[in-house]
């Protein structure tokens, strides 16, 4: 009985509707790791990168070593975006370990989608160093929702030991050409009481640009 259900949840893994590709991959959830895993890496070695999708979300339902690697597997070797932006949610459910896997995936990969997954993982963690690493990379993407996500980062890093560096960085932000760019800096320079921040945010509320100076009053007033 046990196998003859696992055999109906595999087929509906595989279902055009979605609907019941989640219902399945919420009741493998509830299966043991060794029965699970197994599964979800043949799901991991599909032509559809979708089921491949499907399988990153789901090895993140099963914390052992087994599935960790074929998450590893999966960054290192998966092309798509989208497989490799979910692979990094599940493995940032293995808390510190995965933190070097993650910070050679937004170094090996250029697309949006994964850089932006990543950094906004990691802001709210202690990791703060690799979130530094990764915002100086992030500042030189050619995508400009990259590039943004990078500079909001640097809100965190103001609130570290590493404040000195973030600080830096803002102050060569705030003289951008770009309005964006000097728009993100007023909003991550919300709540830092440093002089040098204030200085800066009194800069950004004499600029050109409207949306700036209503960003630089109130991250001010914080």
Not at 28 to 53: M, S, T, W
Not at 91 to 99: C, K, L, S, Y
Not at 115 to 139: C, D, F, H, K, W
Request: glycine letters at 4%; aromatic letters at 4%.
């Amino acid at each position: 009985m046990e196998r003859q259900r696992i055999e109906q949840m595999q087929m509906r893994l595989r279902s055009e509707a979605l609907n019941q590709r989640k219902e399945a991959l919420d009741e493998l959830a509830e299966f043991p790791p060794e029965v699970a895993v197994p599964i979800l890496e043949k799901l991991a070695g599909e032509r559809d990168f979708a089921l491949r999708r499907l399988a990153a979300m789901g090895l993140g339902n099963h914390r052992t070593d087994a599935a960790f690697q074929a998450l590893q597997q999966m960054v290192s070797q998966d092309q798509d975006a989208n497989v490799l932006a979910e692979a990094a949610n599940s493995m940032f459910e293995f808390g510190e370990a995965a933190i070097p896997s993650l910070q050679q995936l937004f170094e090996r990969s250029d697309h949006w989608l994964v850089r932006q997954t990543i950094i906004s993982l990691l802001i709210g963690t202690p990791y703060n160093e690799v979130l530094l690493a990764m915002v100086r990379q992030a500042l030189e993407d050619d995508t400009e929702t990259v590039r943004e996500t990078g500079i909001l980062a640097l809100n965190q890093i103001l609130k570290s030991p590493l404040q000195p560096q973030a600080l830096t960085l803002l102050s060569e932000l705030a003289q951008n050409a770009d309005w964006r760019t000097r728009w993100r800096t007023a909003t991550a320079l919300h709540g830092c009481q440093d002089p040098q921040a204030k200085q800066l945010l009194a800069q950004l509320q004499q600029d050109e640009n409207y949306r700036v100076v209503a960003a630089a009053l109130e991250s001010a007033s914080a």
